[in-house]
């Protein structure tokens, strides 16, 4: 199957600072890469929808200055958390699809957040 | 937009015994059905999928039916094993929405008992 790597697995962070979250799929191009955040004991949330090329579509109440998504390349997003606060701490998923084929989504292996 | 809706939201099953999860989706143009298992700490493993052309689907321990008509699509897994343990995620994916987007249900913390 299709890999996805997120880095870095773990990060810790002040109040105020910016942190960054890279997403990429290692042997497949993708236009498309999706952004989730994911709350301990619930469900994945979508946050937003990486385009590469242009600028990323954000879901409903999701902060798109406090969220800044970079899709540069078929095989890398980007996401930045500015001015991290502790209520920001979370884990934050990412998944690519194939370029033009199916709709399997190859998710990465999640980037836990803590802002202290 | 699509909402996905899961059921229970914690299954408790013995070993060997079968554990049966449902979900029910609310847009009829979503056409690809994954279901995904999260252990602690990681991100979600694609366990199995179907498409909305197929009625339905087995993989060994691991079987998938979907119901177009009534929106509602089933994991079941037979002789349960305690590494089956974890949470299990149903999903529903739409062409329409761009990039084929994936919605996930709540999940189902699944505890299989030795």
């Known amino acids: 199957g299709a890999v996805v790597s997120q880095h870095p697995s773990r990060v810790i962070c002040k109040s105020g600072t910016s942190v960054k979250i890279e997403c990429r799929s290692l042997?497949?191009?993708?236009?498309?890469m999706f952004w989730y955040r994911q709350f301990p004991k619930q469900s994945l949330m979508l946050m937003a929808t990486?385009?590469?090329?242009?600028?990323?579509?954000?879901e409903q109440g999701v902060e798109k200055d406090k969220f800044l998504i970079n899709h540069a390349s078929l095989t890398l997003s980007t996401l930045t958390v500015t001015s991290a606060h502790p209520e920001d701490s979370s884990f934050y998923i990412c998944?690519?699809?194939?370029?033009?084929?199916?709709?399997?989504?190859?998710f990465g292996q999640g980037t836990r957040l803590t802002v202290v | 937009g699509e909402n996905v809706e899961q059921h229970p939201s914690t299954l408790s099953v013995q070993e060997g015994d079968s554990a049966v999860i449902k979900c029910t989706y609310s847009?009829?143009?979503?056409?690809?059905f994954p279901w995904y298992k999260q252990e602690l700490g990681k991100g979600p493993q694609l366990i199995i999928d179907?498409?909305?052309?197929?009625g339905e689907k087995k993989d060994q321990r691991i079987a998938v039916t979907l119901n177009k008509t009534a929106k509602h699509f089933s994991l079941h897994i037979t002789e349960t094993q305690p590494e089956d343990s974890a949470v299990y995620f149903c999903a529903a994916s739409n062409p329409n929405t761009g990039g084929f987007k994936t919605i996930f249900g709540a999940g189902t913390r699944l505890f299989v008992k030795a």
């Open positions: 179907i498409r909305s052309n197929v």
């Open positions: 990486s385009n590469e090329g242009s600028k990323a579509t954000y």
């Open positions: 998944s690519a699809s194939k370029t033009g084929l199916g709709t399997e989504a190859f």
């Open positions: 847009d009829s143009a979503s056409n690809y």
């Open positions: 042997d497949f191009q993708a236009t498309t």
